[in-house]
């Protein structure tokens, strides 16, 4: 287990009680059941509270801006496909600057993995208005009498739509189970998105460890759940609100965009030769 | 020996296929022995419109153009109106009687007209761009240019065996005609060899892509924005047999964070785009700064602020470029004065990014991206590929973690990539210590931030001394003693050459100080060279003269005249001349 522990020099900044140190357990023990070799694996964040669980492990890390994580991811495994790459951040960083990328990695079905902590609000800039706020919810920049007017993004239901191949969504409250998702979701070859619903315990009054418990409920029990169905995991994915279904959604194996591509078909971009490249032919065309 | 020189230009609508015509010519000239130059004009539209294509063809190296002609081929009246300026005393005008009417009282005397109905000859449902293959066989039997090279130019052009044939036999049977109404044969005034020793006929762009290649660049992400992107295409056409991938990103944001991934996990990359697609890269710029990761853009600079002149040359994105993105960091900006320096300065830029693992910025613009010229091939043999300080496994005992972000006095940081075994770090856009910890997240830092910020920000301004000696900063060119020096950047160089070579034949000697490498200022060269000069005259693309302004910020000095010209035109030898004589007299 040590070598899937935490950066323990670098004690977490998050609030006690947040939700991310959750996921950081998750996290651990997901790398830990998948024994993933550690130089090997690539942890691309964002920036966010959420983003700073690239200080807490041990992996090779790039923390990247706001709203950028999947294209730098991107760039990561079209240079080296043998790594195993994870990409990380929060509803507002993926949501909102990055929503662009999130639907274009999805369709490409690139071979990442996408882990999205969800507290729907603004945590690090204390408690604005995020991309996955309910309906109503007050906040620094969306005051009463009104709270906010637009309808939030359901992460699940728009990974589905733009063409992820294994989607799902877990609760911090149960580790256990996130971990084992988080498994599956890195071992799935393509797009893996897990929206990972999490409370901020300082600017989220509203959608608490307790709003949660009372809500999440496990999909297989649900009338009409096949992972194997598109149709039927966008129709329970529109579920929010007294039931929030939990687990995974959707699973479908696609031709991905790296192992579509023949110039990677063997070994990777980084470890082909470069020295004494010869233009000799291309020169020629010119003449 | 004076040059001589013969000017066509092929003028129409866009789909009338002229600038292919152009091409075709300048081609064909450069694979017999002479040497061409081609520019090319279109507004941005995929119809209609008036498309151009300049060639300019001599039996010596040409650097620049110039306006005038000696013969015009025209599809549209436009194309007349637009050109009938440039008409040198004895052209000869080319028109497609359908499409254009020519008042013979408006046309200066000695102007010899030839109207001909070029699109007759096109077979019965043939696209109206096989009137192109019509006008070169007229211009051929009316200049003197042997047909024989263009039907054999045909033979590479035309994949699909049909084209090639019913586009030849275009150009014979026009060319037969028109030489029956002439009274004798024409000889075309320059001398065209077989078997010459084959040159390149090659632009910007296309140069800078071969040097990517060269320099093991494996990745290129981008959107596409003229006249950026054409860098890209040509990358995907001739990247394939070399493991080249190319990703169409969503954006120019996705682009260049992709770039920034794939040089963190150790591949060369290289974005390309125009002073809008780079405006929307500038925080990302700031990140491989901050992070410490190589990276090569190209800007080819095109009219703005804003869309601007898509398709139009300029100079002023450099103030934008030099300054981009929030905070202090040190770049290199490299701007290429011609092919050769498109390529051999492009395949050092890829070098300098890795030792030093700075941004580098390559300025180019319309003009040079685009304009063709005749370029022996380049000598490759001496292009070595320096990767820098990279981290070594066995270089590291266990006791001692590393250190992606080192100290050292040189402020360069042996780089690991991922997979390397021992090698696990964190890169990142915040501020950080040597172990890449932003104070946040580290006690020690946070107890001491205000020292662990000035260290970290030195480290890199403590690249610039290495990298300082590591760039060519300036070229001088012409004589050590002039009555007048000339300062520029760019793709003016061309044209400032061949105005010194003429002022040279008068007598005014001139020289000319070329700011290569603008990032970092080369403030020393530059001052050693300036202090015993006597006048000065700045030349640039722009308005306001930015390059004059970086100087005087980086040495105080400012140059005694200036020329700016920002029509969307680049500059040819005669202005300039003319602007070297008026500052003399």
């Known amino acids: 287990m040590a070598a899937f522990d935490s950066n323990v020099d670098y004690v977490p900044t998050w609030c006690a009680g947040c939700g991310d140190y959750g996921i950081l357990n998750a996290w651990k023990k997901a790398m830990a059941s998948l024994n993933l070799d550690l130089e090997q694996t690539v942890l691309v964040a964002g920036i966010g509270c959420s983003s700073k669980i690239s200080q807490y492990v041990n992996t090779y890390r790039i923390e990247t801006l706001h709203g950028r994580a999947l294209p730098v991811a991107t760039g990561v495994k079209l240079a080296n496909h043998h790594l195993t790459v994870i990409a990380e951040g929060g509803d507002g960083d993926g949501m909102g600057l990055g929503m662009g990328h999130f639907v274009h990695t999805a369709r490409r079905n690139l071979d990442i993995t996408y882990f999205i902590h969800n507290n729907q609000i603004y945590g690090l800039t204390k408690g604005q208005t995020s991309p996955a706020s309910d309906l109503g919810m007050v906040t620094k920049f969306t005051p009463p009498p009104l709270g906010n007017l637009e309808r939030p993004i359901n992460i699940v239901k728009m990974a589905l739509s733009v063409g992820a191949t294994f989607v799902a969504r877990a609760s911090v409250a149960n580790v256990a189970e996130l971990a084992a998702l988080m498994a599956q979701a890195i071992r799935h070859p393509g797009f893996a998105v897990i929206d990972i619903l999490q409370p901020c315990v300082s600017f989220n009054h509203v959608n608490t460890y307790q709003w949660y418990q009372q809500r999440v409920k496990p999909i297989e029990e649900m009338a009409g759940y096949d992972p194997e169905n598109l149709e039927k995991a966008i129709s329970l994915a529109g579920l929010w609100g007294e039931q929030i279904p939990v687990g995974l959604f959707y699973r479908e194996i696609r031709p991905t965009f790296n192992g579509s591509l023949p110039q990677l078909s063997q070994e990777p971009l980084a470890k082909q030769e470069i020295n004494n490249v010869d233009i000799t032919n291309i020169m020629k065309t010119f003449c | ?585």
């Open chain 2, 1 to 585: 020996m004076n040059k001589r020189y013969y000017t066509c230009l092929f003028g129409g609508e866009a789909g009338y296929g002229v600038m292919s015509a152009g091409s075709m010519v300048a081609k064909g000239a450069n694979r017999s022995g002479l040497w061409s130059f081609a520019v090319n004009e279109y507004p941005s539209l995929i119809k209609g419109g008036l498309n151009s294509c300049l060639v300019r063809i001599s039996d010596q190296p040409l650097t620049a153009y110039e306006e005038p002609i000696d013969f015009l081929g025209i599809f549209s009246q436009k194309a007349f109106e637009g050109h009938i300026h440039q008409l040198r005393p004895g052209a000869i005008v080319l028109y497609d009687s359908t499409t254009v009417i020519i008042d013979e009282n408006k046309v200066p005397a000695g102007i010899t007209l030839y109207p001909l109905s070029l699109l007759e000859y096109i077979p019965k449902g043939g696209p109206k761009i096989m009137g192109n293959s019509a006008m070169l066989g007229a211009f051929c039997a009316l200049t003197g240019y042997p047909p024989a090279v263009l039907v054999e130019g045909m033979k590479d052009e035309f994949h699909s065996e049909t084209l090639r044939e019913q586009n030849i036999s275009i150009l014979e049977t026009v060319y037969a005609h028109v030489l029956s109404t002439l009274p004798s044969k024409k000889i075309f005034p320059l001398h065209f060899k077989k078997g010459a020793q084959p040159k390149m006929f090659i632009n910007g762009n296309e140069s800078i892509s071969l040097a990517a290649i060269k320099a093991g660049c494996k990745l290129s992400a981008g959107y596409p924005m003229t006249p950026g992107s054409s860098v890209l295409t040509y990358l995907v056409d001739y990247g394939a047999d070399y493991g080249f991938v190319f990703k169409q990103a969503e954006d120019e944001i996705a682009a260049i964070n992709m770039l920034i991934g794939a040089s963190f996990a150790g591949v060369r990359s290289i974005g390309s785009t125009s002073g809008g697609g780079f405006a929307l890269m500038v925080e990302a710029l700031g990140f491989a700064a901050q992070a410490e990761v190589p990276l090569v853009m190209v800007n080819a600079q095109r009219g703005g602020p804003s869309t601007g002149l898509p398709t139009r040359t300029a100079q002023a994105d450099l103030n934008f470029v030099v300054h981009a993105s929030q905070g202090e960091f040190p770049r290199i900006v490299m701007a290429p004065g011609d092919i050769e320096e498109c390529f051999y300065e492009t395949f050092r830029v890829f070098n300098l990014a890795d030792k030093y693992q700075v941004p580098c910025i390559i300025l180019t613009d319309k003009f040079l991206a685009d304009s063709s010229v005749s370029q022996p091939l380049f000598d490759t043999e001496n292009l070595t590929i320096e990767r820098g300080k990279l981290f070594e496994p066995q270089n590291k005992t266990s006791d001692q973690p590393y250190l992606r972000y080192q100290l050292s006095p040189d402020g360069v940081s042996p780089r690991a990539i991922p997979g390397q075994i021992g090698g696990r770090h964190i890169a990142t856009s915040y501020t950080h210590g040597e172990d890449g910890f932003y104070s946040s997240g580290n006690h020690e830092y946070a107890l001491n931030e205000p020292a662990v910020v000035v260290a970290g920000t030195d480290k890199l301004y403590n690249k610039l001394s290495a990298m300082e000696k590591d760039m060519p900063s300036i070229n001088v060119y012409g004589p050590a003693e002039a009555n007048l020096t000339i300062i520029a950047w760019g793709s003016t160089k061309g044209a400032i050459l061949e105005a010194m070579e003429q002022a040279a034949r008068q007598g005014i000697l001139v020289n000319f100080l070329q700011v290569l490498y603008i990032s970092p200022f080369p403030t020393v060269a530059f001052e050693s060279f300036i202090q015993h000069m006597n006048k000065t005259l700045l030349i640039e693309g722009n308005k306001t003269g930015q390059l004059g302004s970086i100087i005087r910020a980086n040495t105080g000095y400012k140059a005694d005249h200036s020329f700016f010209k920002y029509n969307s035109k680049a500059f040819v030898p005669s202005e300039i001349l003319a602007k070297i004589k008026e500052v003399l007299s």
